[in-house]
C-alpha cells in the first residue's frame, strides 16, 4: 500500500465486536482477565492499551520502521532514546538541535555522566572530529530541517560516517514528517516525532513517538515506556491518529503555501533575505531534493531593521497568530530571539544566524491570497 493509505488504515481495522468501522477509543485503564496472567493481549493501560498500539502501528508503518513506541510528548520520547545510555556514553549532536532536546541533553543528561560534543550541521569533518571528542560515542543525533534556520542536514552522509564508528543515528523528523522525508531508508535507526505538530496537526494535543528501524532496537525503548511511565492517554493517541488520516492531504498544501509566500517575500520592501530549503537561493537545496519528496511548510525571514521591525511585522499579522509550536492547520508566527531561542545569549545566536530581525513562519492551510496579504499588510503598520 502506498503511503497514503496506510495513513488512513494501518492500525485501523473495524472493530471486530461491533463493526465500528473507525476503532473505539479505549479509555480503560484494566483489563479483565480470563484466569489469573491469562490476557488477551492487554493487561494494564500504561504497559499497552489498544488506541496506542494502534497508533503505534501507523507511525512504524509510515516511517518505514519496523517498531514505534509512543510516548507523552516529543521530549519524553527523545528522553526514553537517551535513557538507553550509560554513563560514560557519548552522543553528537547537530548543533542547530530543538531548544528542548538542547536542554535535556545539557541540563539532563550531561550531569549524568553523558558526554555531549556538537558539530555544525554542514560539516562532516567536525562530525568526525566531535565523534573523537567525546570517550564512548554511542549516538548520532540529527535533525532536519532544522530549526529555525531551515538548514538541511544530510542524513545520508551522516548515518555511514556514524555507522562506521559503531554509533546509532538519531533523527527528528517532526519538520518534514514521514510524508515529505524517511530518515530510515537513509540509513538512521531510530526517528523521533514531536506528533504535537504535523503528525497531529490541529494544535490541540502533545505527544511523540520513537521509531525503530528493527524490532530489536526497541525493545529497551519498550520497555523503558513502562518501567518510566511517560505514555500518552487514549485520547491523546486518538488524536494524533486522527490526524494523520490527513496528513498527506495537509502536508501538500503546507507546502504550496509555503512556497508561494517564499515567492512574494523574496521581493517584499524590508526583507532582508528569505530562508526556504525549496528556493535555488538556498544552500540545501540540492540536498533537500534529493532527501525530501518536498520542501515543508517551514519558513524563515530575515528582516532589514532588526528588533524595531520584527516586533511591528510579528504584531501587525492579523491571519498568523504569534505563538511558539508549528505544524497545525493555522499560520503561526514565531520571533525566535524572544520566544523560542530566549534563553541562548545574544553573543552566541547572532553569529548562528538568529538574528533580532528573524522570524520563522508555519504556514497553514488558510486561502494563500489571504496569507499573502496578511503578510503583506504587517509591513505597512
Ligand atoms: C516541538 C519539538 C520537540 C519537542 O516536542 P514536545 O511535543 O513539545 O515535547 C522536539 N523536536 C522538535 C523538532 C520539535 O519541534
Not at 151 to 162: C, P
Not at 246 to 274: F, M, P, S, Y
Request: aromatic share 6%.
Amino acid at each position: 500500500m502506498r503511503f497514503e493509505t496506510r495513513a488512513i488504515h494501518i492500525g485501523q481495522d473495524p472493530d471486530r465486536s461491533t463493526g465500528a468501522t473507525i476503532p473505539p477509543l479505549y479509555l480503560s485503564s484494566t483489563y479483565t482477565q480470563t484466569a489469573p496472567g491469562e490476557t488477551r493481549g492487554y493487561d494494564y493501560a500504561r504497559s499497552d492499551n489498544p488506541t496506542r498500539a494502534n497508533l503505534e502501528a501507523c507511525l512504524a508503518s509510515l516511517e518505514g520502521g519496523e517498531a514505534c513506541a509512543a510516548f507523552a510528548s516529543g521530549l519524553a520520547a527523545c528522553s526514553a532514546i537517551l535513557d538507553t545510555l550509560q554513563p560514560g556514553d557519548g552522543v553528537v549532536a547537530s548543533h542547530d538541535l530543538y531548544g528542548g532536546t538542547f536542554r535535556l541533553l545539557d541540563k539532563v543528561f550531561r550531569p549524568q555522566g553523558i558526554d555531549v560534543a556538537f558539530a555544525e550541521s554542514g560539516d562532516p569533518e567536525a562530525f568526525e572530529r566531535a565523534i573523537h571528542a567525546v570517550r564512548t560515542p554511542r549516538l548520532l543525533w540529527l535533525e532536519s530541517p532544522t530549526n529555525p534556520l531551515l538548514d538541511i542536514v544530510d542524513i545520508g552522509g551522516l548515518s555511514a560516517l556514524a555507522s562506521s564508528y559503531g554509533l546509532l543515528t538519531v533523527v527528528d523528523n517532526t519538520f518534514a514528517t514521514p510524508g515529505l522525508q524517511r530518515p530510515i531508508e537513509f540509513g538512521a535507526d531510530y526517528v523521533v516525532h514531536s506528533t504535537t505538530k504535523y503528525l497531529g496537526g490541529h494544535s490541540d494535543v502533545i505527544g511523540g513517538a520513537v521509531i525503530a528501524r528493527t524490532f530489536d532496537l526497541l525493545k529497551r525503548i519498550r520497555f523503558l515506556q513502562n518501567a518510566r511511565g511517560a505514555v500518552p492517554g487514549p485520547f491523546d493517541c486518538y488524536l494524533v491518529q486522527r490526524g494523520i488520516k490527513t496528513l498527506a492531504l495537509r502536508i501538500e498544501r503546507h507546502c504550496k503555501n509555503a512556497r508561494r509566500l517564499a515567492h512574494i517575500l523574496q521581493d517584499a520592501t524590508g526583507v532582508r533575505r528569505v530562508i526556504y530549503p525549496g528556493l535555488s537561493s538556498h544552500a540545501g537545496h540540492e540536498l533537500a531534493k534529493r532527501q525530501m519528496k518536498d520542501f515543508g511548510g517551514m519558513l524563515s525571514l530575515e528582516l532589514e531593521g532588526g528588533l524595531v521591525a520584527a516586533k511591528r511585522f510579528c504584531t501587525g499579522l492579523r491571519v498568523f497568530s504569534l505563538a511558539e509550536s508549528l505544524g497545525g492547520i493555522e499560520s503561526l508566527c514565531c520571533h525566535p530571539a524572544t520566544m523560542t531561542h530566549a534563553s541562548i545569549p545574544k553573543e552566541i545566536r547572532e553569529p548562528r544566524g538568529i538574528t533580532d530581525g528573524l522570524i520563522r513562519l508555519s504556514v497553514g492551510l488558510e486561502h494563500i491570497d489571504d496569507l499573502v496579504s496578511d503578510v503583506l499588510q504587517a509591513f505597512k503598520d
